[in-house]
């Protein structure tokens, strides 16, 4: 039977604004199992990046806060934890390669000291083994001149290399949980092929869960077991990647899909979504992707469709799959 390592129900986090407070992530659920790779998928502003930050609760020292839900990992939620507890957690049981690693390096400290601090509180080293597990883990992830990286500064690394030390950062005590937002942003191909295989790699020989965040549908096709497509804070689809690809059922999910270049058909036009995604101070009524659908109805600008089970396991939150006395008068 798949076990649950990660478990999110409701989980709803406002940021204030001067215009009031807003809801950036509203009533999430979602889950990660032992042992696969989760892929959180959606466009810039759709919620991603605030969701894994909520699951590692590092909204402090920000306008947001978890305002309700439960984040249960291994039985414990994390939303009810002191902040000493949480710390004991973060990099040793849940581990995050953040968004930008170009800039998440502290650039005044070297490699080695931001590696051996993590391994010391975590895995309680000593200073000389957990400089010797450092030098391991830059190996590890395919940095050559490990012992002279790990003396060296950031700027002194190209970004592929920098990459590569925030996912030795991440790596260096096993976690349970790897969170990934964006680990190949701004890469070039053959470096993000790289980084990609050695997660994959890292992931089945720890026996480790990966929540990988990202628009790149080509990297999730390659990694991910299962999707959870995000819009305006809330997941409108989830199901196995197979499934996705192949038969989309939400609109803005076929959207994101027919979005991708094809290279076999170069002459034609390439599709795109119409619009952008919503503004949080200025949410539209019903469905938060109604002024963007190419197959929008009556009920879907005055009503918002809950996300409900549709076919093998899969989920939807469209109007075109609740039952059809719900679906008023046709399109509009």
Known sequence: MTQ????????????????GKVNAIDGVDFHVNKGEVLGLVGESGCGKSVTSLSVMRLLHGTPGSIVGGTVRF??????????????SIRGKDIAMIFQEPM????????????????IRLHLKYDKSKAREHAVHMLKLVGIPRA???????????SGGMRQRV????????????????????ALDVTIQAQILDLMKKLKDENDMSIML?????????????????????????EGNVLDIFDDPQHPYTKG???????????????????????????????CKFA?????????????????VQTTGGRKCRCWLYENDSAKGEGKA
Do not use: W
């Open 4 to 19: 649950k390592l990660l478990d999110v129900k409701g989980l709803k986090t406002q940021f204030t604004r001067d215009q």
């Open 74 to 87: 291994q039985e414990k939620d994390l939303v009810a934890l002191s902040e000493s507890e949480m710390r």
């Open 103 to 118: 800039t998440s390096l502290n650039p005044v400290l070297k490699i080695g000291k931001q590696l051996v601090e993590a």
């Open 147 to 157: 012992e002279d990286v790990i003396d060296e500064y950031p700027h002194q690394l």
């Open 166 to 185: 925030m996912i030795a950062m991440a790596m260096s005590c096993n976690p349970r949980l790897l969170i990934a937002d964006e680990p190949t942003t």
């Open 213 to 237: 965040i990202t628009h790149d549908l080509g990297v999730v096709a390659e990694m991910c077991d299962r999707v959870i497509v995000m819009y305006a804070g809330r997941v409108v689809e």
């Open 256 to 286: 994101l899909i027919h979005s991708v270049p094809k290279l076999r058909q170069n002459h034609r036009r390439l599709e795109s979504i119409p619009g952008n995604v919503p503004d949080l101070t200025n949410m539209p009524t019903g």
């Open 291 to 307: 002024p963007r659908c190419s197959e929008v109805m009556d009920i879907c600008r005055e009503r918002e469709p809950q996300l």
